[in-house]
């Protein structure tokens, strides 16, 4: 007799992002089946990862106020999850696990990072399964323990992990320009929620050009397109609501939108300039990704599935607009009012969501 595989079910999303500044963090606590979030900003003290040691040489954290603060905030606020509790962090870089198109990959953190602290913190209150590496003198590699068979028991609380900035950029495009870091963490949340959004943000690939875009809309009639790189599938789908007019204005806003955020990288910059014209021209926007660290067991989740009378087709995963069963969080941070910013020498008093 066999039993059938469960998966774990997850309701809470913990989100770390970059703070104002280079002593801060933002961080959101969401839960999906409350539909409730709270997100704040925490001042660290900060210190490299070489100080983060016991007296015996293993891994450890002084007990100094900002930690209490971080670790108070979360633990409250994710009091009465039912389920599984996923993080996601913002870190410096992501690299390749390996040369393959659909490997994982592994994030890299500067060594005196203050979000390095807050992973190490949770990590100890073993609440994600993460391992540190020294890249070199300045970096510390968090390698992905999940790909390992003896920590394969690991992964559904293995963390994920978008570069800097991303999720503000995301936050830009989904409530207009000029978001806090607060409303970036609760972005990034959604981030942790949605395997597309995830996919799409920490893909390798390159996607749609403003080429393809006028290209396609100049086909009056509804279809979608795909384009597949590096392991992730991108995919267009045009509607009756899609605009075809002023299509001699995309490669202009295309390449605004790029220098824009060219902060993010390349890649990363032209994915929100593909994103704006999806918002502009109404298009709708998927991807789907064939690497090996996204899916967390669930074959749902997978670049193909398995449907009825053994057809297989490919999954689709909505970037944007968001799904639907997240409008409530746009409605939510479109009447937000912030925390204030807790001190790294401040006993945190806020009360929960």
């Given amino acids: ?83 599984l509790i996923k993080f996601l962090f913002e870190v410096s870089g992501l690299e390749p696990y390996n040369e393959k198109p659909d490997c994982a990959l592994c994030p890299l953190v500067k060594a005196d990072e203050v979000v390095l602290k807050v992973i190490v913190l949770i990590g100890l209150s073993k609440r994600i399964a993460a391992r540190f590496f020294k890249y070199d003198d300045n970096t510390i590699l968090l390698e992905n323990v999940s790909l390992t068979p003896e920590y394969a028991y690991c992964k559904p609380v293995m963390p994920r992990y978008i570069a800097h900035n991303v999720a503000k950029a995301y936050a830009d495009i989904l409530l207009g320009p000029g978001q806090s870091t607060d409303q970036a963490a609760v972005i990034a949340a959604l981030i942790a929620k949605n395997v597309g959004a995830y996919y799409f943000w920490t893909s390798r690939g390159r996607v749609q050009s403003s080429q393809d875009l006028v290209y396609d809309l100049q086909n009056s009639e509804p279809k979608e397109t795909i384009v597949f790189s590096a392991g992730e599938d991108y995919n267009l789908s045009y509607s009756t609501l899609t605009k075809h007019d002023n299509l001699n204005k995309i490669a202009l ?101």
């Fill in 253 to 353: 806003e295309y390449a605004v939108t790029t220098k824009k955020y060219e902060h993010l990288g390349t890649n990363n910059a032209i994915k929100v300039a593909l994103m704006q014209i999806c918002k502009r021209w109404g298009i709708e926007l998927f991807c789907t990704s064939l690497r090996e660290d996204v899916d967390d067991g669930d074959k749902d989740l997978q670049f193909y599935k398995i449907v009825k009378d053994n057809k297989i087709t490919r999954n689709r995963f909505l970037v944007y607009p968001l799904p639907a069963d997240d409008n409530w969080v746009i409605s939510a941070l479109q009447n937000y009012t912030p925390l204030p910013p807790c001190k790294a020498i401040q006993s945190n008093t806020n009360h929960g969501a």
């Fill in 1 to 83: 007799m066999f039993r059938k595989k469960i998966i774990p079910v997850v309701d809470t999303y913990v989100s770390v992002v970059k703070g104002p500044d280079d002593n801060s963090v933002s961080i959101c606590v969401m839960n999906v089946a409350r539909k409730t979030f709270i997100a704040q900003t925490f001042e660290l003290i900060k210190a490299h990862f070489d100080t983060f040691k016991n007296s015996d040489g293993s891994l450890g954290l002084p007990a100094t106020p900002d930690i209490f603060n971080i670790m108070g905030f979360i633990e409250l606020n994710i009091q009465g999850s039912r389920g």
